[in-house]
């Protein structure tokens, strides 16, 4: 009967102490997980900071540009009615330019997105890959936790 109660405890302690290895292998597990995933989103923030600041550079080179035309517009609607023809060849080559202007802030935008959507990606990757190997050396840790003798 005593060794019974005794081997009991024995079987008791081990799995006890089995059970506390398990949980602080996979609190660990969670923490570098939480870690990982915090880096991510770390970068993700800092790429859209990056991503609003090179918007409004984009914006106010627009608006640096946007007083010249004004003036232009105002002298040329005042020369307007004495040759009509060259107001409507500036009126067409302004908007032509205009356009072209339009189209190459559209694109210096989408590249900035571009850029900072694969710097993003790059981060999750490696995030995904680590996250990815802490999982695969705790299950085969736990495994061995739960092999000993």
């Not at 694969?118 to 190997?133: D, F, M, N, P, T």
Request: hydrophobic share 40%.
């Amino acid at each position: 009967m005593e060794q019974n109660q005794q081997t009991a405890q024995q079987v008791i302690a081990e799995l006890t102490g089995r059970m506390i290895d398990t949980v602080a292998l996979w609190a660990d597990v969670s923490q570098h997980a939480q870690r990982d995933w915090m880096e991510v989103s770390t970068c993700a923030a800092k790429e859209g900071a990056k991503l609003y600041a090179e918007f409004q550079r984009t914006a106010l080179d627009a608006l640096r540009e946007s007083p010249g035309a004004f003036l232009g517009w105002r002298t040329a609607w005042l020369e307007g009615p004495r040759d009509p023809i060259a107001l409507y060849q500036k009126f067409l080559s302004d908007s032509v330019a205009g356009a072209q202007k339009a189209v190459h802030l559209a694109e210096e935008n989408a590249q900035a997105v571009t850029r900072a959507a694969e710097r993003v990606h790059e981060s999750a990757q490696e995030a995904g890959k680590g996250i990815q190997e802490i999982y695969k050396d705790a299950v085969t840790k736990t495994r061995e936790i739960y092999a000993r003798n």
